[in-house]
């Protein structure tokens, strides 16, 4: 079964450091991945996602990843923290197999911007 | 162009009651997702429609159900409320429900059962 594994619920860094948060996945074959933002008591909005184009992939509000096959991984950064940022992250897959759309999500990390 | 609906947003609900929850998607999206997110539990599938069908179901007992209208809109519904099922209830859609696809939430749905 395909699977998203988010490392750390919590991450902290200092406005205008490096924002770096993690993201593997399972899966035997190549999925399609997707970063989503939540802001408090809203829906998610997509950040970016990969579908087999590209392995950097740029996406809103200065974010991107990189897909790693070799890894597994699809890992989120952004050079500069601004206090804005301060959500929480969510990296989901989409088995490719499957032929519908259905989402596994990671358990999420809450990213804080300290001034 | 108007974004996933979902109404209500807040809803209080006692043991045992039943409880719909409704979705409009974006105009033109022919597949309705909903997602049940937990502190515990996270963001969990729990079913799929797309043309009135439901085409993917998660890991979810029989209390919960949905259904989709033809006009895309959709309702899922809770019988039997538990303590547990206390929860932000989140619908997406995306135009044509391919696993590549940008899904669009709504800001959901937050159920309190007491």
């Known amino acids: 079964a395909q699977s998203v594994t988010q490392l750390g619920s919590h991450v902290s860094v200092s406005e205008g450091a490096l924002v770096l948060l993690r993201c593997n996945y399972s899966s035997s074959v190549p999925p399609y991945l997707f970063w989503y933002v939540q802001y408090p008591n809203q829906g998610l909005q997509l950040l970016l996602k990969y579908t087999s184009a590209a392995t950097l992939v740029k996406g809103i509000n200065g974010f991107e990843a990189e897909f790693k096959k070799s890894e597994t991984s699809f890992h989120l950064t952004k050079p500069s923290a601004h206090m804005s940022d301060a959500a929480e992250y969510f990296c989901?897959?989409?088995?490719?197999?499957?032929?519908?759309?259905?989402?596994?999500f990671g358990t999420g990390t809450r990213l804080k911007v300290l001034a | 162009k108007a974004g996933v609906t979902q109404t209500p947003r807040y809803l209080i609900k006692t043991r045992g009651q039943q409880v719909t929850l409704s979705c409009s998607p974006i105009s033109g999206h022919r597949s309705v997702s909903w997602y049940q997110q937990t502190p515990g539990q996270g963001l969990q599938f729990l079913f799929e429609y797309f043309s009135e069908t439901q085409r993917n179901k998660g890991n979810f007992p029989g209390r919960f159900s949905g259904r989709q209208f033809s006009n895309s809109r959709s309702e899922m519904n809770v019988s039997t409320l538990e303590l547990g099922d206390s929860a932000l209830y989140l619908c997406?859609?995306?135009?044509?429900?391919?696993?590549?696809?940008?899904?669009?939430f709504g800001q959901g749905t937050r159920l309190t059962v007491v």
């Open positions: 989901a897959v989409s088995p490719s197999t499957s032929g519908t759309y259905k989402y596994i």
């Open positions: 997406a859609s995306t135009r044509r429900g391919a696993p590549d696809t940008e899904a669009f």
